[in-house]
Nanobody, 134 residues
Framework: VQLVESGGGSVQAGGSLRLSCVAS????????MGWFRQAPGKEREGVAT???????IYKGSVRGRFTISKDNAKNTLYLQMESLKPEDTGKYYC?????????????????????????????WGQGTQVTVSS
């Protein structure tokens, strides 16, 4: 499975961006998927996840500004970001659970690489940079 992100860029505070993540296999879309970000010198953190049943969980600071969605027909996961703030700056990564349809509390995990049970592979994209200037 491969995940390829796009849509990052540089915007001023208050601006908007939409990130896209295309999965190489359609079966990926029936698994838990999510967006994570990493700022320089900081740990990777969850931004939003979406389960197979459409359930979503957001990081508190982005709730109401960001929307995660997916289009199964296009094998694509999206993250619509509105009212961007400088603290949203970072590299954004798309991720997919190898087998789990439900995300549980993956968004809040301090170790998103190993959140799922041992032996469950998590696939990560290469990331796309988002820079928000004040």
């Amino acid at each position: 499975v491969q995940l390829v992100e796009s849509g990052g860029g540089s915007v001023q505070a208050g601006g908007s961006l939409r990130l896209s993540c295309v999965a190489s296999e359609y079966t990926t879309m029936s698994r838990c998927m999510g967006w994570f970000r990493q700022a320089p010198g900081k740990e990777r953190e969850g931004v939003a996840t979406i389960s197979n049943d459409g359930g979503t969980i957001y990081k508190g600071s982005v709730r109401g500004r960001f929307t995660i969605s997916k289009d199964n027909a296009k094998n694509t996961l999206y993250l619509q970001m509105e009212s961007l703030k400088p603290e949203d700056t970072g590299k954004y990564y798309c991720a997919a659970s190898g087998t789990f349809p439900s995300c549980g509390t993956w968004t809040y995990s301090r170790d998103p690489y190993n959140y799922f049970s041992r032996g469950t592979q998590v696939t990560w994209g290469q990331g796309t940079q988002v820079t928000v200037s004040s």
